[in-house]
């Protein structure tokens, strides 16, 4: 669709009463193209036309005060009435039971941190000028750590 035809379409589609410049309608006449989608966008206007009501349809009596019943009757959604939805607090009370439960069995069931201080065994001998402390397993403790490390240097370095 050419220029001239495009500024005044919205004008030429509203009805027949109206004044079109003189270079729209010689465009018309010069171009069947124009012409051509412009008859097409009549039809449609009258189709859309011929779907107006010819009356003023007025809703039934107390309309307005029912949809504003509703309105309020419904109210600000907050977090709590999601809460208090029965699938819902069925949902997060099966989560938190089954939380706790998990959390339990991983307590339970974990050693207790680094003992190595209370196992091992302590051999005191008084003496009155001096307190010497002897650690008898000082030298195991040297060794154990040992054949961790290299476990751990044999797991790092490990190929298939």
Known sequence: MHEPIR???????????????????????ACEECAG?????????????????????????GFYARVMERIEARGPASIWTLLLEPSFGRRLALASATLVVLLGTYLVTTEAG????????????????????????????????????????NLASYHE
């Open 37 to 61: 989608e412009l008859r097409l966008l009549q039809a449609q206007s009258k189709m859309l036309r011929s779907l107006q009501c010819d009356a003023g349809i007025e809703p039934r009596a």
């Open 7 to 29: 500024e005044n379409l919205e004008e030429f589609l509203k009805g027949p009463a109206r004044q079109m410049p003189q270079e729209f309608q010689a465009h018309l006449e």
């Open 114 to 153: 680094d003992n190595s201080i209370a196992s091992n065994p302590v051999t005191m001998t008084s003496d009155a000028t001096t307190a010497q402390v002897d650690v008898a397993s000082g030298a195991d403790t040297l060794q154990q750590q040992r054949q961790r490390d290299a476990v751990l240097v």
